[in-house]
């Protein structure tokens, strides 16, 4: 899977629309900055096996800030054998999530070419539980302003604070509906179980008439 930054285009106005911009507030000036800013965004839900990894290519034409979230989402694992790995094109690594980390962020600024980002189980020194992790992954690329551009700078900022909430608020929701299916099948194994503990109550009710309806008969033929 590969992702390409993108670019930003701008058009030459006349005056009267120039005075019409002008007059926008500065709420929707925000918002229009927001939407033309070069970036490309993906997200991903992805469950790595054990002891095996899995690796997505990222291909920058121009001089981009990578912003990566990274969340393992099985609560009842241990995040010891998770690593998140970044490597440039040269194979070297450009950062490596470090141990016990359960969620985190990393932002880098690369040059044109291609990375290597990889979401590892288990690579280095295997876990004790050999269990499958599930791992929720967004990426940004983002093209790096021009440094006299401060106001789409501080724009980009705005835009990576309201993008990690974001982020945290899908895996919030992720894990709230993977608790509802658990809940969800303990209630349906529980309430099986009943029905069939009652049915179980029934035979044994009827079985005990049937026994003593035959034992006072037999007493009474004797």
């Not at 709420?27 to 992805?46: D, E, H, M, N, R």
């Amino acid at each position: 899977i590969f992702f390409t930054s993108g670019s930003l285009q701008c058009s030459t106005m006349g005056k009267a629309r120039q005075q019409q911009l002008m007059r926008i507030s500065l709420k929707y000036l925000l918002l229009s900055f927001l939407i033309l800013l070069p970036y490309t965004l993906a997200g991903f839900v992805i469950d790595v096996p054990h002891q095996d990894e899995s690796c997505f290519f990222i291909r920058i034409e121009k001089e981009s800030t990578v912003d990566v979230n990274f969340d393992l989402l099985n609560d009842d694992l241990s995040p010891d054998p998770l690593r998140v790995v970044l490597l440039d094109n040269k194979m070297d690594t450009l950062y490596k999530s470090r141990q016990s980390l359960r969620e985190g962020r990393f932002e880098i600024t690369s040059r044109p070419g291609r990375l290597s980002l990889c979401v590892q189980n288990g690579i280095d020194h295997g876990s004790r539980d050999r269990a499958d992790r599930t791992v929720g992954l967004d990426v940004r690329v983002v093209g790096v302003p021009d440094p006299t551009q401060h106001l789409l700078k501080s724009v980009t900022g705005v835009q990576t604070k309201l993008w990690n909430l974001k982020n945290h608020h899908d895996y919030m929701r992720t894990r709230e509906a993977h608790h509802r299916s658990l809940t969800e099948d303990t209630f349906t194994q529980i309430g099986r179980w009943t029905i069939l503990e009652a049915a179980s109550a029934i035979v044994v009710s009827i079985l005990q008439v049937w026994y003593m309806r035959r034992f006072f008969e037999t007493r009474r033929y004797v």
